[in-house]
């Protein structure tokens, strides 16, 4: 018997090992297993049960070794992983590496504690004896009867000071038990009551709410492939549906994947859901999951689905490869949020990626968003998503209205570029005197290097692409990064002559500093990326914030996901356009959904919010849009502006990077890789390119991109372009990254 094994060693290719008497019966597709390779052991997933077509059975080698006694990779994950090498062009292995936990790579043991409890109680007369004749035992035992549960062993050791023995002695006498128990590390256990807001008995639900569950009730008890849009409003009780759901499958047997963006994932979060799914379903624990686990939390996680302990994970992009067990519905919080894309290889979008593993198990795949991207939008109104609508905030709270400052009309007034309105200013000062808070958002997508006017607002676009154009500052120019299209750079805003055009930027620093100067009496606190690398810093203000010590926060908008301020009666957004005019045919969608997820900030208490946008462009649609939460609108919209110019959710969209130290080499290579795609893949691609790309130079390395426009489906035309890639002589000295949909385009 043998069987065709995906090693781990760093390239792609199944090889063949006989497998051993000892272990018929225990391997099984999917199998983590030691084998040899020349004359080294390395691990590898068994893929299937068959035999080697270029050589002979018997000189296959046997396997040297089975890590665990469950599939690590249950056969639904391990076709994922063959969809993905196939649709992102990435080789095997690293996905394979990417869905296994770092511990399991290693081969890590399935760690074990011991743990004492107290077995037998001792009259107290005895105790006393006890406590003569064998004092650390004594200890021990008393130390015992103080705990409420079993306590580690190895923390009594070190904790007494008592040796081994004095254990063992009462072990023997019948005094105490000793069990063995898989370790664990529950993360974020120490925030259970982080939240303040924890609600642990579930809400009658409203109508809206209560369709919507009752659809993917029908949808989990069905067991077949669905995908349904959750789409409401902020506020409307999305989660109390997620919730809902994820009851329905844990009492029809299924297990649940629940994928949120890695920045929502905040202790709050987590306990808020936590306490609500234990309140649901007791005997069920959520695993969490993100990237700043430590490898044994991950592990601990990891084991406890695959061994069907555990049946729900709650995590960031990679929980879509936890081991959960007959999966049978996965959740997409936020779908449209662009943080679900992985930015280096495999680069996965996790959205779509839960779409295609619920799709191999034939579980639900349900999405959700108050502003979903116009790929799921478009699908949904297409019929190819079930969608299910919260039109209303829960107890008919009103959406707060969207207050446009006109920022060319305030530049007038205050003679020269400002950062803060004097409607802004009053606003705030207005809020302080009645001691209400409030949130003043920076847009951390900003690019510095748009070009706009001071003074009408115009942002030069290019002719072919409706894009914004990039400033080149080096050579004083204005370039495409879709096409290559360039121009020098004008003097004067070609809309009015206004000599007041120039690059832009601000900083969250710029701003803080200007509410200081305005509000000195103000307290203020500023988050960004600096504090956000400080786990305990960024709690800090959160907390301070949330207990009133905090009158202003200022941050990007990325602070504010999953967080729920009742005091909070104001939110400023201090520069829109900086998401607007940016190249990527996306600005309009991303500034809509950041507008409106703002505005959901506000007045989520008892008060009315208030939010006030700044713009320069207060007449653009994302802008006007938004101002009554029209998605719907909205979105009709700029879906014909996408259809017009062949852009997603109308096509797929490739991205394809050169990186190298010579630019004129880069050229040149991409123009004959252009060719040679062209020849090959004719009708089925439209490339646009090669041009420099945005950000032309990083550290001494030039950049070229060229782009690729595919009607779907589009993993036909991805393995065409990877084999193709194989074949094509690059020289040693480029580098080249191909990006299937990508998400951020600057
Ligand atoms: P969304 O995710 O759609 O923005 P949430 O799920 O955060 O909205 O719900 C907003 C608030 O309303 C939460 O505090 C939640 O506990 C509460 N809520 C949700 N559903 C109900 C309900 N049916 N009745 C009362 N309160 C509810
Ligand atoms: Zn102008
Ligand atoms: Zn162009």
């Keep these: 018997m043998t069987v065709g094994v995906h090693p781990l060693a760093g390239f792609d290719k199944l090889l063949h090992y006989q497998v ?119 200890k021990v035992y008393a130390f015992l009867r103080t705990q409420p549960r079993a306590v580690a062993k190895a923390l009594v050791l070190d904790r007494l000071a008592v040796s081994a023995a004095a254990i063992t002695g009462l072990v023997e006498r019948g005094l105490v038990r000793e069990e063995t128990r898989r370790v664990e590390r529950i993360a974020y256990d120490d925030d259970h009551a982080a939240g303040e807001h924890v609600a642990a008995r579930p809400h009658a639900l409203n109508d809206e709410q209560q369709a919507a569950v009752s659809a993917l009730a029908g949808d989990v008890q069905a067991g077949v492939f669905a995908v349904r849009l959750l789409f409401g409003v902020t506020g409307s009780g999305k989660t109390e549906v997620y919730l809902r759901a994820i009851q329905e499958t844990l009492a029809a047997g299924g297990g649940v994947a629940f994928l949120v963006p890695e920045v929502a994932l905040t202790p709050q979060t987590v306990a808020r859901l936590r306490s609500r799914l234990e309140a649901i379903a007791p005997d069920h624990r959520a695993v969490v999951w993100h990237s700043s686990l430590s490898e044994g939390e991950r592990l601990d996680g990891w084991l406890a689905l695959a061994t069907g302990e555990a049946r729900v994970v709650v995590g960031a992009r990679s929980a879509v490869f936890a081991p959960v067990q007959n999966l049978r519905l996965v959740v997409v919080d936020e779908e449209h949020e662009p943080a679900y894309k992985q930015d280096e290889t495999p680069r996965y979008h996790g959205r779509d990626t839960a779409i295609y593993r619920a799709k191999l198990c034939g579980a639900v795949c349900l999405l959700g968003s108050a502003t979903p991207s116009l790929e799921s939008w478009a699908n949904a109104q297409a019929g190819k998503y079930g969608l299910l609508q919260l039109t209303k905030r829960i107890d008919d709270r009103k959406l707060p209205f969207i207050d446009i400052v006109d920022m060319r009309v305030e530049a007038m007034k205050q003679r020269g570029a400002v950062t803060l309105s004097r409607r802004l200013i009053d606003a705030l000062h207005d809020r302080l005197t009645k001691r209400e808070q409030s949130i003043l958002f920076i847009n951390r997508r900003g690019y510095s290097s748009a070009m706009q006017c001071r003074k009408c607002g115009h942002a030069e676009e290019c002719p072919h692409c409706s894009v914004t154009m990039t400033y080149h500052r080096s050579d004083e120019t204005l370039r495409c990064h879709l096409c290559g299209h360039q121009r020098g750079a004008p003097a004067r805003c070609p809309a009015c002559a206004s000599p007041e055009i120039k690059w832009r930027g601000t900083g969250t620093q710029r701003v803080e500093e200007a509410v200081r100067r305005f509000l000195p009496k103000a307290r203020i606190e500023r988050i960004d990326t600096d504090t956000m690398g400080k786990k305990n810093r960024f709690r800090e203000i959160l907390a301070a914030f949330r207990a009133g010590r905090i009158d202003i926060l200022v941050g990007t908008q990325m602070i504010a996901k999953g967080l729920d301020f009742p005091n909070v009666t104001l939110v400023g957004l201090v520069d829109a356009d900086l998401s607007m005019h940016v190249p990527d045919f996306r600005a309009n969608e991303r500034t809509f959904q950041l507008l409106v997820q703002v505005a959901g ?107 690729y426009f595919c009607n779907a489906p589009v993993t036909g035309i991805v393995v065409e372009l990877a084999r193709l890639r194989a074949a094509f002589e690059w020289p040693d000295d480029l580098v080249q990254v191909l990006d299937v949909d990508p998400v951020n385009l600057c």
């Design 601 to 707: 900030r506000a007045g989520r208490g008892d008060r009315a919010g208030e939010v006030m946008v700044q713009t320069f462009t207060p007449e653009a649609g994302a802008i006007q849009f938004s101002r009554h939460a029209d998605f719907a609108g909205f979105a009709q919209a700029e879906l014909k502006v996408r259809r017009a110019f062949g852009y997603p959710p109308a096509r797929h969209l490739l991205h394809h990077l050169f990186r190298g130290p010579n630019p004129e080499k880069l050229r040149f290579y991409a123009e004959q890789w252009k060719k040679r795609v062209e020849d090959a893949l004719k009708e089925k691609v439209a490339l646009m390119g090669p041009a420099a790309a945005p950000i032309e130079k990083i550290q001494d390395e030039y950049r070229w991109q060229l782009w």
């Design 20 to 138: 051993p008497v000892s272990l018929r019966g225990q391997v099984q597709v999917g199998s983590l297993v030691r084998i040899p390779i020349v004359n080294r052991f390395h691990l590898g997933i068994v893929a299937e049960f068959s035999e080697p077509k270029d050589f002979p059975v018997e000189r296959c080698k046997p396997l040297a070794g089975l890590v665990y006694p469950f599939p690590a990779m249950p056969p639904d994950l391990l076709r994922l992983a063959k969809w993905m090498s196939a649709y992102y062009a990435a080789p095997l292995e690293g996905i394979i590496e990417t869905m296994l936990p770092g511990a399991v790579r290693k081969a890590a043991s399935l760690k074990q504690e011991k743990l004492l409890a107290v077995a037998r109680e001792l009259p107290a007369g005895e105790q006393a004896a006890l406590a003569k004749r064998a004092p650390a035992q004594a």
